[in-house]
């Protein structure tokens, strides 16, 4: 739902170009105090100073002014289980017992077209809420939702990844698929979807526990025959969850060699979690490009564990940031952020804000292989950017007070920010935020 009447944004714009390389990094972002972009039919058409942007206009266009705020990239989240939005917040024990108490009934529930229709507007009025305007998401094992998650998604006119989920045991019977209809079903929604408007369907084999062998290797010949989607999966989240990944492939070298062998790895495969990785892993990981999804929030709430960053990065792994809603506990990647700094921080391993916006942006976007479409400011991408105002609660006005630098702002907006520092959301270019998010809204 691209707009086709011209918009000039008028605000301070920050956008990265690469990963800083610490707190003095200017080289790895562009800031305009007063700066402007000229968006038409969803792209980015220009950007600079404020006075240059607009001198330079060739059509006519409405002018909206968001100053003094910070004009970003939206946020992208890299991974997230859109069945789960009734499950977030369920008091849980760890891994396992959490998805039979909680996930696998609340999934079963999305047989019912009418159930995922409605629960997609809320999904994506949560996701908007707080600036996200890309994802990467499980559907059930039901076509029912992924049908759901893509309609919604086309009707708002986002870019969205995500795919049926594939599992054929250790799983309500209400939720098991076979390796053969899961192959079926995924190539039919894949074949609907992929490509068709801004729409990237990604195979999802959910892990190995919930796939048998025959599964995974249809996953694979997927894989093969549509190298241009993604693949996703779970893996080394937990420690009861590696122990009997191990009984159900004893011939496996580990938990990342059952995915190796059938096929399952390479640049566009995200894997969720990598908390407990050998030194095998990540060097596998580092030769097939596989990338490494931390989820913070999630992480915690569930004590799988601590992400490792530098090690995963010294590995000369790609890492990116997401929610795991509903195992994590927020929709917002600036709540996110501020999770991820505290892990990380417990492993004396301090992340400055310029990274960790970085990460949030061009930095998930390269992780998907999709930067040349979000992630950035840059002239040509989509028009997918997030108002962020950094006064927007009374503790955040109070400290901002103070306040001298960019990465200062920055840090206040990731250590104090949540939805109610989303001015606005942009997607394709059209003004998104949903006014109000209380019960009768949804």
């Known amino acids: 739902m691209a707009d086709t009447t011209a918009k000039l944004l008028r605000g301070r714009l920050l956008t990265f170009t690469s990963a800083p390389g610490g707190p003095e990094d200017t080289s790895a972002y562009t800031y305009e105090d007063d700066g402007a972009l000229m968006i038409s039919n969803g792209v980015i058409k220009a950007r600079g100073s404020y006075a240059d942007v607009k001198a330079a206009a060739l059509e006519p266009f409405e002018e ?42 609340a999934e079963q529930k999305f047989a019912d077209k009418t159930h995922g229709d409605r629960i997609a507007q809320g999904f994506y009025d949560c996701l908007l809420a707080n600036g996200t305007t890309t994802a990467v998401a499980y559907c059930s094992s039901h076509p029912n939702s992924v049908e759901a998650y893509f309609e919604e998604a086309a009707r708002r006119g986002m870019l969205m990844l995500g795919g049926k989920t594939m599992m054929d045991r250790n799983a309500p019977e209400a939720l098991c698929d076979t390796a053969e209809s899961a192959y079926t079903d995924s190539k039919a929604l894949l074949e609907k979807w992929h490509g068709e408007g801004r729409a990237h369907y990604v195979i999802t084999p959910r892990f190995a526990i919930t796939s048998t062998p025959q599964q995974l290797e249809a996953a694979g010949t997927l894989l093969k ?34 995915y190796e062998d059938f096929g399952l790895l390479g640049p566009k495969t995200l894997l969720g979690h990598c908390i407990h990785m050998n030194d095998r892993e990540l060097g596998v990981m580092r030769e097939t490009g596989s990338v490494a999804v931390f989820c913070p929030t999630s992480n915690l709430f569930l004590g799988s564990g601590l992400f490792d960053k530098n090690r995963t990065e010294a590995a000369g792994i790609k890492t990116s940031i997401a929610t795991d809603i509903g195992g994590g506990t927020s929709y917002s990647m600036l709540r996110t952020l501020d999770e991820g700094y505290k892990v990380l921080q417990l492993q004396r391993q301090r992340l400055h804000p310029l990274e960790t916006f970085y990460w949030a942006t061009l930095g998930n976007a390269k992780a998907l292989s999709l930067s040349e479409k979000v992630g950035s400011l840059d002239v040509g991408t989509d028009a997918d950017i997030v108002v962020l105002n950094a006064k927007a609660t009374r503790p955040m006005a109070l400290r901002m007070e103070t306040v001298e630098t960019l990465s200062e702002e920055l840090f206040v907006l990731q250590t104090l920010g949540d939805d109610r520092s989303v001015v606005e959301t942009y997607v394709a270019g059209v003004p998104q935020k949903p006014a109000d998010l209380d019960a009768a809204g949804l």
């Open 64 to 105: 909206i002014d968001h100053r003094p705020y910070l004009l970003m990239p939206g946020f992208i989240d890299t991974h997230l289980h859109f069945p789960q939005v009734q499950v977030i917040a369920s008091w849980a024990d760890q891994l396992l017992d959490w998805l039979n108490d909680y996930t696998f009934p």
């Open 225 to 258: 025959e549509y190298p241009d989607c993604h693949l996703q999966t779970h893996i080394n989240e937990n420690h009861n969850e590696i122990a009997f990944t191990k009984e159900l492939y004893p011939d496996a070298k580990d938990y990342l060699g059952v």
